[in-house]
């Protein structure tokens, strides 16, 4: 059993049928992925980005679980709703590693590992989405407000010390 690393792909023309090669189910099961589309123009990046998308919701499938998929591009990353980068060295370092032997523990996790993406795999990915994204959401508010609680307790503080002061 490996551990997972990127699997690369590069495009050097958009082509329906080179795309329907690598575009399935299990795309992002085993490891993550990057499609390298810079070699084409702007439009067809734009195609190919959108064909990717649908071909994603279609199959109800997830960019980012069990393994993500990125796309490098020279597109603006807030057209997508799935992660884009400008240069294959803005990826994420934790799948990029060296092959080495793995140890009986490492295998062992592997292994565990392997059982989550099966669950992950029988679950809706656009229900946990919305979960996690709620989830995010009220954190997000929670640390909002705690600094703020932070800022007028440091207020009172000050305020405080310069009352007993004069």
């Known amino acids: 059993m490996d551990l997972p690393k990127y699997k ?11 795309l329907e090669l690598f575009l399935h189910k299990e795309i992002n099961f085993s490891s993550p992925i990057t499609i390298d589309i810079k070699k084409l123009t702007l439009d067809q990046q734009k195609e190919i980005l959108g064909f990717i998308q649908n071909f994603i919701m279609q199959i109800n499938g997830s960019y980012l679980f069990p393994y993500p998929i990125y796309l490098i591009s020279d597109l603006d990353p807030a057209m997508a709703s799935m992660p884009v980068i400008k240069e294959i060295d803005q990826l994420p370092r934790f799948f990029s590693h060296k092959d080495s032997k793995i140890n009986i523990k490492e295998s062992q996790l592997l292994h565990k590992n392997k059982l989550l993406q099966k669950e992950i795999i029988n679950s809706d990915f656009q229900q946990n989405q919305i979960i996690i994204d709620d989830f995010a959401h009220k954190h997000k ?26």
Request: aromatic share 10%; charged share 35%; glycine share 2%.
């Open 8 to 18: 690369q792909i590069a495009l050097t023309a958009f082509k329906p049928d080179e």
């Open 141 to 166: 508010t929670i640390n909002k407000l705690e600094r703020e609680r932070f800022f007028y307790r440091s207020l009172l503080n000050k305020l405080s010390k310069r009352q007993k002061n004069g």
